[in-house]
């Protein structure tokens, strides 16, 4: 399996040298880095070259780098189900470059870029429906970002007296409490409770 994966791979370099990067095989799988700006020439020969024949996108997903100029990694998997291979396409890109869209590769590739834009803010220029797909239309910032808050900038509740969904900044109540993270096991700087009974002595001593 590895070894026909690796001349798959082979011949995919060899046939786009100036678009593909790199290839190669880890745990049974194959994967392609190509250029971004490219990825639909590169998937374009995925789909209609003979020996590869990734008629089927199965999906199109984000990764997030912060610490990476080129921060999100936009990933394609494919299947051949004429000749039972799966290809892992990856292109990198930043919050302000777009990568082209593939919609008229793939139909199917319009959800998955509208989930990428909603999720994570990748741009894909030509993608004729990019907008967002799983939060509401005022959300604020994009949830998979690795630098996003964890508890987010707005909260959303009906609100009784004004009859209406309302938006209202992220109240966080449980900041004005008073937690202890203190360890026993460490050694408190306090005496906790049913230790006051250690300075009374061990029962039975001193008789």
Known sequence: MDDALKELGDYIATSLPDDVNDT??????????????QVVKVLKFLRDDSNCKF????????????ERPFRFDVVYH?????????VRLKV?????TPVPSVT???????????????MYGI?????????????????????????FPLTGFTELRYSEEEKRVVYEPVKLTQEFRSF????????????LPGD?????????EGK
């Open 24 to 37: 190669s095989v880890a745990n049974h799988e194959l994967t392609v880095t190509a250029r971004a700006e």
């Open 55 to 66: 008629a089927q996108l199965i999906d199109v997903c984000g990764v997030d780098h912060p």
């Open 78 to 86: 494919l299947l051949s189900p004429f000749l039972n291979h799966r």
């Open 92 to 96: 990198t890109t930043d919050a302000a």
């Open 104 to 118: 008229d590769l793939y139909s199917a590739a319009g959800w998955f870029e509208r989930e990428a834009w909603d």
């Open 123 to 147: 741009m894909f220029s030509g993608n004729p429906d990019l907008r967002r797909i799983l939060t509401d239309y005022g959300f604020q910032g994009y949830p998979l970002r690795k630098d």
């Open 180 to 191: 202890d993270f203190m360890s026993p096991w460490e050694g408190a700087e306090y005496i």
């Open 196 to 204: 006051e009974k250690a300075e009374a002595g061990t029962p039975g």
